[in-house]
């Protein structure tokens, strides 16, 4: 019962340690090196698309035990460029213009509509005004006759 609890207990410390000696981040290097913005024209329509280039670069330490004070240590690395597309948009130049040219109609009348609707507003402050100016005189009256 010794032995088996002993070797799933030694087995367990060396999963463990290779693993730890895998992930080691201190030899990973990690690199977003470059955007590359590519705008292609064809006819109307201009397709932009974005793709950022990874690069990863693993090193590794070999080291050959052969029970020698001073050991061969061999110092690799491994490089892995990866490219990802990270935006694709297509704009048609005809539609943008059109686009465009309808919200500057758009905000005219707007502009347009906020214009009269206070212009209508400063003659019904008139109006009001006048009216209350009659009510006062028409109160004032009356309280001098009393």
Do not use: C, H
């Not at 024209?41 to 080291?63: D, N």
């Not at 704009?91 to 465009?100: F, L, P, S």
């Amino acid at each position: 019962m010794k032995k088996p609890i002993l070797f799933f207990a030694l087995l367990i410390t060396s999963v463990m340690t290779l693993q730890a000696q895998d992930k080691n981040e201190k030899l990973n290097n990690t690199m977003e090196v470059v955007v590359v913005k590519t705008v292609t024209v064809k006819g109307i329509e201009e397709v932009t698309t974005e793709t950022t280039i990874v690069e990863k670069e693993k090193q590794v330490i070999e080291t050959n035990d052969s029970g020698v004070e001073n050991q061969n240590v061999v110092y690799s690395s491994k490089k892995e460029i990866e490219e990802k597309e990270t935006k694709s948009s297509t704009v048609n130049k005809e539609n943008e213009a059109a686009i465009a040219a309808i919200k500057e109609k758009q905000k005219a009348e707007i502009e347009a509509s906020k214009k009269e609707l206070l212009a209508k507003y400063e003659v019904e402050k008139i109006e009001i005004d006048k009216k209350r100016a009659e009510e006062l005189k028409k109160r004032n009256w009356v309280k001098k006759d009393n």
